[in-house]
Nanobody
Framework: QVQLVESGGGLVQAGGSLRLSCVAS????????MDWYRQGPGKQRESVAH???????NYVDSVKGRFTISRDNAKNTVYLQMNSLKPEDTAVYYC??????????????WGQGTQVTVSS
């Protein structure tokens, strides 16, 4: 049973920082590509940051240079370090993993989300 549990959200002033954590169980983060998504008020859910099993990362343009995705294999945890936060970063942030079964079918797993609110 795959479970993802996010934490670390909160209220922060513009220019501040937060670090989100996603603790995984049922999978090894070292062997899977992992993503952070966010969904702002009235907006569609968007992919923010991605880390491959090999450790390569990529980001949506709006967060490049400000956000960093990383993982701690020993803790089976993925992080999202968010610096220079802006009010437009306000959203619920979700951890995601796509897992293939023996038939090659891919299933999405999501955490419960953690709210990030950036005040101006």
């Amino acid at each position: 049973q795959v479970q993802l549990v996010e934490s670390g959200g909160g209220l922060v002033q513009a220019g501040g920082s937060l670090r989100l954590s996603c603790v995984a169980s049922g999978i090894a983060v070292s062997l899977n590509a992992m993503d952070w998504y966010r969904q702002g008020p009235g907006k569609q859910r968007e992919s923010v940051a991605h880390i491959t099993s090999g450790g390569s990362t990529n980001y949506v343009d709006s967060v490049k240079g400000r956000f960093t995705i990383s993982r701690d294999n020993a803790k089976n945890t993925v992080y999202l370090q968010m610096n220079s936060l802006k009010p437009e970063d306000t959203a619920v942030y979700y951890c995601n993993v796509k897992v293939s079964n023996a038939r090659g079918m891919i299933r999405d797993y999501w955490g419960q989300g953690t709210q990030v609110t950036v005040s101006s």
